[in-house]
């Protein structure tokens, strides 16, 4: 599966795009989260736990700390995409709506502007 199938394939629920926003924000330190909270997310592949090595062993132990993995970087692009694409497909009606509130905003205050007879 290419990039932009794994992209489409991505249905967020608003709690989970809150998470991962706070995610983003958190940058290097990562956020500390449950295994639960983070788990659509983490099969996504748009995060990922941070790693730290066990001294014992030297093995690479998870932590409850998440950040945004790479793949994140594409999603937002493929995001930022279908939205440009989408505003270019509607830029005419979008265009119509803006300019019929306009007139209408003048129509309301050129009446509100009328004295009373």
């Known amino acids: 599966m ?4 794994a992209c489409e394939q991505i249905i967020l629920l608003p ?30 592949g748009l995060v990922e736990p941070i790693r730290e090595k066990y001294k014992g062993f030297g093995v690479p132990v998870p932590t409850d700390r998440y950040v945004v993995s790479d793949f994140y ?12 694409d989408y505003i270019a497909d509607k830029w005419v009606d979008i265009l119509a709506s803006v300019i019929s509130l306009i007139s209408l905003a003048i129509s309301i205050v050129a ?5 009373p007879a």
């Open 111 to 115: 009446l509100l502007q009328v004295p």
């Open 73 to 84: 970087a594409i999603y937002v692009v493929y995001c930022h995409r279908e939205l440009l």
């Open 15 to 44: 709690k989970e795009k809150q998470l991962l926003k706070r995610i983003r924000r958190s940058k290097t330190n990562g956020l500390k989260c449950s295994g639960e909270e983070v788990e659509a997310l983490e099969s996504y």
């Open 2 to 5: 290419d990039r932009k199938e």
